[in-house]
């Protein structure tokens, strides 16, 4: 059996993929709950998921909010712990999306899937190839259809 595709997910995919259920990104938990994917967080991404959960614009009960925290936590690998690189990672724009970088890096991930625009902007140049691709729930959705899995070298961070 092929390695596992190490993923990373922003918050925004996170709701797509733990609070709308009909959600066309369904597919994606799919590959996760099927082991063909390891979905990867840190605490910090855990504290932004749990907190926007509890946006008043999403209308969540409490149980509601922790129905959907429990399932993504029941899936995922936490990664913590000091730097596990010493690679630079570029800045984004928005500070508070650093630490998708950092945990993508960290956690050796394969994909950062992301909707973030300042996060995708980053994949100009491809300065973050050689660690991780980035790719939109789409484009992710398209690696899903192709059956693509990981590469067969692991990345070295």
Known sequence: MP?????VFDTNVLLS???FADSRFAPLRGEVVSGHWVALTSP????EYQRVLGYPLFELSA???AAAYAAYLELVQIIDGPPRSEIVLPKCQDKDD???????RDGQAHWLVTADKLLLKLRR???LDHLFRVFTPDEALQ???AGETAPAAPLSC
């Open 98 to 104: 650093q630490k998708f970088l950092e945990l993508a």
């Open 143 to 145: 690696k899903v259809g």
């Open 17 to 19: 993929l733990f609070v």
């Open 63 to 65: 149980e509601q909010q």
């Open 3 to 7: 390695e596992p595709v190490r993923v």
């Open 44 to 47: 910090p991404c855990l504290a």
């Open 125 to 127: 140049g491809r300065r």
